[in-house]
């Protein structure tokens, strides 16, 4: 993999991870660019030998990269994404969430359909050992048949609750989803407004129903449900079947020493039988392998762009909701951002 040639555009915090999954990945880190004269100052010292540009367009025109991490904040990451795809890119890897509402979401993807560019987006949990193990043993009929999930992290739809969706459908099999009922609050006393340069509320509750039937529930911010201090509930999943329940532990801060892990518990037997991973595979690492083995092989990758889309809808879909005080079926004929329409017409603080 080392023949390929990857930049970087954003060169903050998540950018990093990308870097080191590059790097684990055996893919050659060429350069990074950020308009921010200070985080490249960062970034020379921590990743020398990678060229820096103050500007990703020039970056673009004279490296000639292979692929492209664009790790900007929301608001500026639909031109990115498009003149990466201009300029000849095979593959890139976008961060979450996918934007700000689903007309820059199809933009961006109807420009990597233009031009052949694989475009991937970041919900790389897919990937943690703990979903994984828990997912091969629900599908080995541990629990029975699965009749609900329910996920829950303790940050706004776009910053955290994007992964608790598409955890969600992870678990069900990516199926089509029926329908979206949800309620968000937004109340500037009870905490910031704005994450990472846009808008975002501090409370969110989404029920999702599959077109199979099943059911899902979604809860974030300061409504997150109670849980034991063991089971953390930043990106806490239960699943819920016939004969059982797996709960999946969130992501656990450095300060706690208990590893991270998933429990299962069949009906009829005593107790929980507790599954660890404290030592998982990184898994942005896994994410750009197979990034390459996709432009490579062909077939699919798990993050591909119109899983991310998929998730998107369903965040618009409980904002909309929210503001019709009706239950949305999909698909969501909406390019705009329903907060914002909330916001511009005066029906939110």
Not at 120 to 136: L, P
Request: aromatic fraction near 8%; include cysteine.
């Amino acid at each position: 993999m080392a023949r390929y040639r990857a930049g970087i555009i954003g060169c903050g915090g998540i950018a990093r991870a990308h870097a080191g999954g590059y790097q684990e990945a055996g893919i050659a880190l060429v350069a990074a660019a950020d308009p921010l004269e200070e985080a490249r100052d960062r970034w020379e010292q921590e990743f020398p030998g990678c060229k820096l540009y103050a500007d990703y367009r020039e970056m673009l025109v004279a490296e000639g990269l292979d692929l492209v991490s664009v790790c900007t904040w929301p608001t500026v990451r639909v031109e990115p994404v498009v003149m990466a795809a201009e300029a000849g890119v095979r593959g890139i890897a976008c961060e979450k969430p996918i934007a700000l509402n689903l007309g820059q979401a199809d933009a961006m993807l109807a420009a990597c359909g233009q031009h052949g560019t694989r475009l991937i987006f970041g919900h790389q949990r897919r990937f943690n050992q703990r979903y994984v193990e828990a997912k091969a043993a629900l599908d080995r009929g541990e629990i029975g048949v699965l009749e609900g999930i329910y996920a829950s992290s303790g940050g706004d739809l776009l910053t955290c609750g994007t992964h608790s969706i598409d955890l969600i459908r992870y678990f069900a099999d990516d199926e089509p989803i029926a329908w979206v009922m949800g309620q968000i609050n937004r109340d500037p006393s009870q905490g910031p407004t704005t994450a990472y340069g846009h808008e975002v509320e501090q409370d969110a509750v989404g029920r999702i129903v599959f077109d199979n039937g099943l059911r899902a529930l979604m809860e974030q911010g300061g409504v997150t449900t109670g849980c034991e201090e063991r089971w953390r509930r930043h990106w806490h999943v239960i699943l819920t079947g016939s004969a059982g329940r797996i709960e999946v532990d969130g992501d656990i801060k450095p300060e706690h020493s208990w590893p991270t892990g998933w429990r299962i518990h069949r009906f009829g037997d005593e107790g929980w039988q507790v599954h660890e991973t404290p030592k998982e595979p990184n898994p942005f690492a896994i994410e750009m392998r197979e990034l390459v083995r996709w432009i490579e092989e062909g077939g699919d990758h798990p993050l591909k762009a119109e899983s991310g889309r998929a998730d998107h809808e369903v965040l618009m879909a409980i904002m909309a909701s929210s503001r019709q005080r009706a239950r949305i079926d999909l698909p969501l004929e909406l390019e705009t951002s329903p907060l914002y329409d909330m916001l511009a017409a005066g029906e939110m603080e």
